[in-house]
């Protein structure tokens, strides 16, 4: 009567990837990866390979990738002192840019461009690192400027005159903060101008207008209540704006003009004197925001001319002045980064964290700095649920937020891990995932859990193939698309490994790698961000830094291999007889461990026991593959594929349990 084979193994992939696990014994894991490269885990335990990044762009960028909302942003310049240079690169309400860089006078790109989507001519960081900057848009064209607006040195020639209708009296004074009115920044006030003035008289302020300073667009005025003017405090008078909203429309010999888009009631005020092409005129009615009169006729030809002020009247009563003008509006001091919470900008600097001032966002109140609760320097901040993550030299801090205006938050140390370059974490799931580790040691992968405790745990499963991993080397990533987290290895000085963790199957996935991408050069990842769901990467070719897309190529060529987790019947031998593949593949080979030998080395096709098999290259079930495999006292199952349709789902290995083979 024949044997009556029995099934040793009926090997799929649902419990991911584990590389430590022994070859024999409790701590074996059935239905597990020991080894493999270039597939992706699916759900169900079914492997498909990955495509491989894009071909890379053609603009030698700087070392760091950053997300712009829909676009790639990228700043020009190289490593500093072999590390990734201290910059920050973020878009703040969907128009303006603010950067910062210790390399000087580098250029600033979208989506690899300096013209497309946007021009970008002139945008580049400040000649003096750690220089906060700000690039503001006008239809598609971004103009740049140091953050921040230094108080005025003077509000500009002050006189009293007749002619206003609020009857203001006694010692009254003014002050005027400079305005850039497209991020809503406002400066510190200048130095007081008091005035005596006269009910009897119908006295008000007129105030010819000082220089504006570079990247001004307005002016704040603020004033004292009548009979206060030599000790304030300030409250707002009137915004002005240099260049009046919208064009007006003037015909010659006529006082009368028209305007389009204009907001006359809000700009201007009867006695205000304009400038319309090279001549100043007073005006003397505003009927509408589209309508005024001026006191003499235009001189110019007839058309249509934008208007810039000149000349401003103020004339307040006491119950009509606005909020308090801020004495804490100070310019951003030099900085290492900025980042952006719930449309807030903050900025780090040495050990230090800046808050911007809420819809001021050039302005950074000293009074607010604090400094990190260990004293380590900030290297990143990092948006979390609720919270900022600080990654300092000294390990990691979570910024809280109170309702107390005075002390809007506490910075307090949940980890002890230092961290030494900003890409080595990343918040995804809700959570925050980091590396920590040293150039000598390895690295670990750990998560937050709860009270932002270390789950030390967490990267136990993958910890044997990061024993050898240098710290300085290592990037992490977020793939929506992929729903994982990326542990991007740069490998020596030509390729890079990734190892992913998988949200959806709440386990690890087996390592992809790349290397040689077209046009030519090695695949070392510097830094990655995700841009609409794609984790967009600067990689080194070995001369230039170069933007590539992971996964976003189309496969073709991919070599992958997969290895079945080692089988061992509670040390009893084995005989392997036939072997069943479902799936789409190239090759399988057998490894066995024998009594009184190393287990083989499975990532060498070389030291199979048996094979190649050749498989058919179709998605269906394999015919049977039949073997004689004896004394196995455990053993494993390689399959090896080629091409984008490849796909692994089951393989069954069948056999004799305990039985001595000739």
């Known amino acids: 009567m024949p044997p009556r084979y029995v099934p040793l193994d009926i090997a799929g992939f649902t419990a991911g990837y584990w590389p430590g696990q022994p070859i024999a014994g409790p701590g074996s894991v059935p239905n597990s990866i020991y080894r493999g490269n270039n597939y992706w885990l699916r759900t169900n335990g079914r492997l498909i390979p990955v495509k491989g990044p894009d071909v890379s762009s053609s603009v030698n960028l700087g070392t760091r990738i950053y997300p712009l909302d829909i676009y790639r942003g990228e700043i020009a310049g190289g490593l500093v002192s072999g590390r990734l240079p201290k910059e920050s690169l973020v878009r703040y309400q969907q128009s303006a840019l603010f950067y910062v860089s210790e390399n000087t006078s580098q250029q600033v790109y979208i989506n690899e461009s ?38 005025p040195a003077s509000i500009g020639t002050v ?25 809503d920044t406002t400066s510190n006030p200048s130095p007081a101008n008091v005035q005596t003035l006269s009910a009897g008289g119908n006295n008000r302020f007129r105030v010819v207008l000082a220089a504006a300073a570079t990247g001004q667009d307005g002016w704040l005025f603020g004033g004292s209540a009548w009979g206060s003017g030599n000790f304030g405090p300030w409250k707002v008078i009137r915004e002005v704006r240099i260049t009046l909203e919208g064009t007006f429309s003037f015909t010659n010999g006529a006082a009368a003009f028209t305007g389009t888009g204009s907001r006359l009631m809000r700009d201007a005020r009867v006695g205000d004197r304009i400038r319309v092409d090279g001549s100043d005129y007073y005006i003397a009615t505003i009927t509408s925001d589209t309508a005024g009169t001026l006191t003499t006729n235009f001189t110019s030809a007839t058309n249509s001319y934008t208007a810039t002020m000149r000349e401003v009247v103020l004339d307040y009563r006491n119950g009509e002045l606005g909020e308090m003008i801020d004495n804490d509006n100070d310019i951003p001091p030099l900085l290492d980064g900025v980042a952006i919470f719930n449309n807030l900008l903050f900025g780090w600097r040495g050990n230090t964290f800046y808050p911007a001032k809420i819809g001021n966002p050039e302005s950074f109140p000293r009074g607010l700095a604090r400094a990190t609760q260990a004293g380590g320097d900030i290297i990143h901040a990092l948006a979390g649920d609720g919270r900022i993550y600080l990654l300092t030299t000294n390990g990691l801090e979570v910024v809280n937020f109170t309702a107390n205006e005075a002390d809007p938050f506490l910075i307090r140390q949940v980890w002890s891990f230092g961290f030494s370059s900003p890409t080595q974490a990343v918040v995804a799931d809700g959570r925050l995932y980091a590396a920590v580790g040293n150039s000598t040691g390895g690295v670990k992968i750990v998560r937050t859990q709860a009270q932002d405790d270390p789950d030390l745990e967490f990267g136990a499963q993958v910890e044997s193939d990061m024993t050898g991993w240098n710290i300085s080397q290592l990037v992490l990533a977020v793939d929506p698309a992929n729903a994982a987290v990326l542990a991007m290895r740069r490998d020596g000085s030509s390729a890079t490994t990734v190892i992913p963790y998988m949200f959806q199957q709440a386990t690890w996935g087996p390592p992809q790698s790349f290397s040689q991408v ?44 997969v290895v079945t987790s080692p089988t061992d019947k509670d040390g009893l031998r084995q005989v392997i007889k036939f072997i069943k593949f479902t799936g789409q593949a190239n090759t399988l080979y057998v490894y066995a461990g024998k009594p009184g030998a190393a287990f083989p080395d499975v990532t060498s096709t070389g030291a199979a026991s048996a094979g190649p098999f050749t498989l058919t290259g179709t998605l269906g079930h394999e015919t049977v593959i039949r073997t004689n495999v004896p004394d196995a006292q455990s053993f494993c199952v390689r399959v090896d594929s080629s091409g984008a349709s490849a796909n692994v789902s089951e393989i069954g290995v069948f056999g004799l349990i305990n039985q001595i083979t000739r």
Not at 119 to 126: A, D, E, N, Q, R
């Open 114 to 151: 300096t013209s497309t989507p946007f021009t970008l001519t002139g945008v580049t960081t400040s000649a003096t690192a750690g220089r906060l900057k700000v690039a503001l848009l006008s239809g598609t064209t971004y103009t740049a400027y140091d953050a921040g607006l230094d108080a």
């Open 159 to 183: 006189s009293i005159e007749a002619g206003g209708t609020k009857s203001m009296d006694g010692i009254t004074s003014i002050v005027a903060c400079a305005r850039r009115i497209t991020t």
């Open 518 to 561: 077209s046009p030519s050069g090695s695949g070392q990842v510097f830094s990655a961000a995700t841009v609409q769901n794609s984790v967009e990467m600067i990689v080194y070719n070995g001369t230039n830094y170069r933007r590539q897309q992971f996964e976003g190529g189309n496969g073709s060529g991919t070599a992958a291999y």
